[in-house]
């Protein structure tokens, strides 16, 4: 079942961090896996994150971590990263929380935050900014 794909603040942060790495393509082809499936993507997590999700990316050795809501309408990206030694479970771990307390930009914005113009950033994360309080 589709659904949106929505990535927190951090995990955009870390895909503008990876960008160098020539992964991004892999990357968003990942995304647009989670947007198609939606709970079908990916395997289960566990222990401190029963609930969340993870795909691999390239050849197993980076990660994205989400969720997808209890409606199954919107999957939540809160890391994407490399998984040595488990770091970015840890990371996961510690973005959770507040995951449930932040805003996310849709797979859309993230990639205007990645590849658009310093104005065109401000903008969305104004209108992001803006959905949120209302």
Known sequence: ???????????????????????LKAFFSRLLEIEKKGAGAGEPLGRDLVGWRKVSVGNRDWRIVFRVDKQ?????????????????????????????????????????????????RKAAQKRRAEAWRN
């Open 72 to 120: 199954e309408k919107v999957a939540t990206v809160c890391v994407i990263g490399n998984r040595d030694d488990g770091a970015c479970y840890e990371e996961a771990k510690q973005r959770v929380d507040k995951a449930k307390d932040t805003d996310a930009a849709s797979l859309a914005e993230s990639m205007m935050v990645l590849f658009g113009s310093r104005k065109e």
């Open 1 to 23: 079942m589709p659904v949106r794909v929505e990535l927190i603040d951090d995990a955009v942060a870390d895909l503008a961090k990876h960008a160098e790495s020539g992964k």
